[in-house]
């Protein structure tokens, strides 16, 4: 194929943030969240030239190692090439290293950008492609499914390679977030998972993974018991000993709390009527948002 052509207009893409996990569901399960990262990418004659505001505005790379502009050009390498030059400027409203999917965040806003720049996008990098490409590029399929796809996802990996479905979670289930002060990087997080668990432990999260799917699309009385985990919660508890004494208060409560992605954050699913009760059980050192579930996933967004 002859390499592309790229528009001249910038795209602006609006990416949510999304919790991995859910309990019972490590590295396949995900649902997007209301609260979004907002990037605009325009193709340029030459150089780079990064604005980020917000998250991360102090401390990240603004470089070809900026994970967005490393996503987009593996996106246009992998559609026939790149364009000469790119101005990027982020909005950058998830947080980092908290276990609400920025880093999956940034690797589809990059994807997802690059193929809006590049004539003929659909075609040469098609969803399929586009979720192997950030599954890739982010280590594991379930931020980068939820994100791209929104709603409530399930994501795994067979010969082809990563593949998802999509589903709504019943509209009666609201999610609420506590974010602690300090990161813990999704590597460190994984590094502290024994590489071998018992019989006993997978088949427990088996039948609590396959009753989530009722419970998040049909029966979220059901959450509570279906958001218990024996895979990764426990072993990754010392390094977030606040976040798992939080998960035990809300659940001592009757509330389904898990960690959210590799954590620190905490996610509590629950009922409307149940969400102030949620909210006035973590302490000052919470940043505690309700938040909607994002039903649409990564979009291009029309310039203001
Ligand atoms: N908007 C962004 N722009 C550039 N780099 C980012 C952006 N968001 C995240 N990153 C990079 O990803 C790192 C965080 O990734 P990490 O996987 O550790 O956490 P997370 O994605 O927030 O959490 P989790 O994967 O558990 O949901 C940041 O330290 C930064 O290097
Ligand atoms: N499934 C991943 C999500 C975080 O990126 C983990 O728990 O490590």
């Not at 001249?8 to 949510?16: D, E, G, K, L, T």
């Not at 030059?85 to 940034?106: E, K, Q, T, W």
């Not at 208060?249 to 629950?270: I, Y």
């Given at each position: 194929?002859?390499?592309?052509?790229?528009r001249?207009?910038?795209?602006?893409?609006?990416?949510?943030?999304?919790?991995?996990?859910?309990?019972?569901?490590?590295?396949?399960?995900?649902?997007?969240?209301?609260?979004?990262?907002?990037?605009?990418?325009?193709?340029?004659?030459?150089?780079?030239?990064?604005?980020?505001?917000?998250?991360?505005?102090?401390?990240?790379?603004?470089?070809?190692?900026?994970?967005?502009?490393?996503?987009?050009h593996?996106a246009?390498?992998a559609?026939?090439?790149?364009?000469?030059?790119?101005?990027?400027?982020?909005?950058?409203?998830?947080?980092?290293?908290?276990?609400?999917?920025?880093?999956?965040?940034?690797?589809?806003?990059?994807?997802?950008a690059?193929?809006?720049?590049?004539?003929?996008?659909?075609?040469?990098?098609?969803?399929?492609?586009?979720?192997?490409?950030?599954?890739?590029?982010?280590?594991?399929?379930?931020?980068?499914?939820?994100?791209?796809?929104?709603?409530?996802?399930?994501?795994?990996?067979?010969?082809d390679?990563?593949?998802?479905?999509?589903?709504?979670?019943?509209?009666?289930?609201?999610?609420?977030?506590?974010?602690?002060?300090?990161?813990?990087?999704?590597?460190?997080?994984?590094?502290?998972?024994?590489?071998?668990?018992?019989?006993?432990?997978?088949?427990?999260?088996?039948?609590?993974?396959?009753?989530l799917?009722?419970?998040?699309?049909?029966?979220?009385?059901?959450?509570?018991?279906?958001?218990?985990?024996?895979?990764?919660?426990?072993?990754?508890?010392?390094?977030?000993?606040?976040?798992?004494?939080?998960?035990?208060?809300?659940?001592?409560?009757?509330?389904?709390?898990?960690?959210?992605?590799?954590?620190?954050?905490?996610?509590?699913?629950?009922?409307?009527?149940?969400?102030?009760?949620?909210?006035?059980?973590?302490?000052?050192?919470?940043?505690?948002?309700?938040?909607?579930?994002?039903?649409?996933?990564?979009?291009?967004?029309?310039?203001?």
């Amino acid at each position: 194929m002859a390499g592309p052509a790229f528009r001249a207009a910038p795209v602006r893409v609006r990416i949510p943030a999304t919790s991995a996990n859910l309990g019972p569901g490590f590295d396949a399960f995900g649902l997007a969240l209301g609260l979004y990262d907002d990037v605009a990418i325009r193709v340029a004659d030459e150089g780079l030239s990064i604005d980020i505001a917000g998250e991360g505005a102090d401390d990240l790379s603004r470089d070809e190692n900026h994970l967005v502009v490393r996503a987009a050009h593996a996106a246009f390498e992998a559609m026939g090439g790149r364009p000469p030059g790119l101005d990027v400027v982020c909005a950058n409203r998830i947080p980092h290293g908290r276990g609400l999917g920025s880093s999956a965040a940034a690797i589809c806003a990059g994807v997802i950008a690059a193929r809006a720049l590049t004539i003929g996008g659909a075609e040469r990098l098609d969803d399929e492609a586009a979720l192997a490409l950030a599954t890739e590029l982010e280590g594991h399929p379930d931020n980068v499914a939820a994100c791209l796809l929104g709603g409530f996802t399930i994501a795994w990996t067979d010969e082809d390679g990563p593949r998802a479905v999509r589903s709504s979670p019943d509209r009666g289930i609201s999610p609420v977030v506590f974010v602690p002060s300090t990161p813990l990087s999704t590597e460190v997080a994984r590094g502290l998972l024994p590489a071998k668990v018992t019989h006993r432990d997978a088949s427990a999260n088996a039948a609590r993974a396959a009753l989530l799917v009722t419970a998040l699309t049909t029966r979220p009385d059901l959450l509570f018991a279906a958001t218990e985990d024996r895979l990764h919660q426990t072993y990754r508890a010392p390094a977030m000993p606040a976040s798992a004494e939080l998960i035990d208060k809300l659940r001592a409560q009757g509330m389904a709390a898990v960690v959210s992605g590799a954590g620190p954050t905490v996610l509590a699913l629950v009922t409307p009527d149940r969400v102030d009760e949620a909210i006035g059980t973590a302490g000052p050192d919470w940043v505690v948002r309700q938040l909607d579930v994002d039903g649409a996933g990564a979009s291009v967004m029309p310039l203001a």
